[in-house]
């Protein structure tokens, strides 16, 4: 059981290129998410998506994309990347439900943009 | 979503507890307390979670006190692999599309030998 899966593992872009992260689960959960997290803060979530077919905006959604596949995907786009965008990327997916919110995340995605 | 209040740092001897407070005395009646853990370079790891009873699993325990106001988490023997950074927050039930946790800079724990 794989549960969340990020690719790739390391990525250098240069300033203005455009790349997608990917992300998969196997936990059959509903709710899905795309985290960055940078030196000195704490985790900041940029997209979310509660169910298949919705998506919505966190804390941080400027310069990203995203795209629920289907239940099992969901994917973060960057268009045009800059250098504000170096940082440790994390998928998350989650049980859609009405208690308690148990995350499961990702090994996570770093990516340098020069 | 209440704030937490974790210290920035604390060690531990391996094979002993380790008790890693937090303190949330904002925390709302309907707020349940999380912990998660960042081992070094990986994703967060989710621990536990509670509302008002001390909950224990095969991770760790939570001690919530009565009046909810601070909580402590207790990993009761310590290992090298247990070093990491510790994470309380606290949040209410899902309601409507909000999925949002707020993510502090926690507790990075050391575990020495």
């Known amino acids: 059981n794989a549960g969340v899966t990020q690719t790739p593992k390391f990525q250098v872009l240069k300033t203005g290129q455009s790349m997608t992260l990917q992300c998969a689960q196997d936990?059959?959960?509903?709710?899905m998410y795309w985290y960055r997290q940078d030196p000195g803060m704490g985790l900041r979530l940029i997209y979310y998506?509660?169910?298949?077919?919705?998506?919505d905006k966190g804390e941080v959604p400027n310069g990203y994309n995203v795209s629920r596949l289907n239940k099992r995907e969901f994917s973060l786009r960057l268009e045009s990347a800059a250098p504000s965008q170096t940082s440790v990327y994390f998928c998350?997916?989650?049980?859609?439900?009405?208690?308690?919110?148990?995350?499961?995340f990702g090994s996570g995605t770093q990516l340098s943009v020069l | 979503d209440a704030k937490t209040t974790q210290p920035p740092s604390m060690d531990c001897a391996e094979g002993r507890a380790a008790n890693l407070p937090c303190n949330h005395s904002?925390?709302?009646?309907?707020?349940?307390v999380y912990w998660y853990r960042q081992i070094h370079s990986q994703g967060p790891q989710y621990i536990i979670h509670?509302?008002?009873?001390?909950e224990t699993n095969e991770m760790a325990s939570l001690i919530i006190t009565e009046d909810r106001k601070s909580s402590t988490l207790i990993l009761p023997h310590a290992t090298l692999r247990d070093t990491a950074v510790y994470y309380c927050?606290?949040?209410?039930?899902?309601?409507?599309?909000?999925?949002?946790?707020?993510w502090g800079l926690g507790t990075s724990l050391a575990v020495n030998p």
């Open positions: 936990m059959n959960h509903n709710s």
């Open positions: 998506s509660a169910s298949e077919g919705t998506t």
């Open positions: 998350a997916s989650s049980e859609q439900g009405t208690g308690a919110l148990k995350l499961f």
């Open positions: 904002t925390i709302s009646g309907n707020e349940y």
């Open positions: 509670g509302l008002k009873n001390n």
């Open positions: 927050i606290v949040r209410a039930p899902y309601a409507g599309n909000n999925r949002k946790l707020i």
